[in-house]
């Protein structure tokens, strides 16, 4: 995604949602500041009304700045509104990757999330296997 006049300046940290935004355009692809808390919360809103978002976040180490939205809305909706609610929602992140990050960007915290109900937690290793587990968690109802 991009800014005004700029539609596809950056693609994230990795450079992974470069050209997204010609693709896909500005009614599916939105950029939004380094707020992590927002990106989850209008994420799982989104997914709570019908939308299927893929949220991006730059390093899983910032997981905790949005678990609210992640452990106690997304992960909840279902039971929230008695079983009548779907919450496809895809969180993608980068975990550890040996990029000489420093303390607050090489942490692989993924574990805390493989005990939630109804959200599931995958970890790739190779290519194919990352495109596979993308289009699988797409398609699910829940996050």
């Known amino acids: 995604a991009g800014s005004q006049g700029q539609r596809d300046a950056y693609g994230g940290v990795l450079g992974v949602t470069k050209g997204l935004f010609g693709e896909f355009g500005e009614a599916r692809v939105i950029d939004t500041p380094i707020t992590e808390s927002a990106i989850m919360g209008a994420a799982a809103g989104a997914a709570v009304t019908g939308l299927r978002p893929v949220a991006e976040l730059m390093f899983s180490d910032f997981f905790g700045v949005c678990f609210d939205q992640i452990y106690n809305q997304a992960a909840k909706f279902r039971y929230m509104f008695g079983g009548k609610a779907k919450t496809p929602l895809v969180i993608r992140t980068m975990i550890g990757a040996g990029?000489?990050?420093?303390?607050?960007?090489?942490?692989?915290?993924?574990?805390?999330?493989?005990?939630?109900?109804?959200?599931?937690?995958?970890?790739?290793?190779?290519?194919?296997?990352?495109?596979?587990?993308?289009?699988?968690?797409?398609?699910?109802?829940?996050?």
């Open 99 to 143: 990029r000489r990050a420093a303390a607050q960007h090489s942490q692989s915290p993924y574990h805390i999330f493989t005990s939630v109900p109804r959200l599931k937690c995958v970890v790739p290793s190779i290519a194919y296997d990352a495109k596979g587990l993308l289009i699988q968690a797409i398609r699910d109802d829940d996050p």
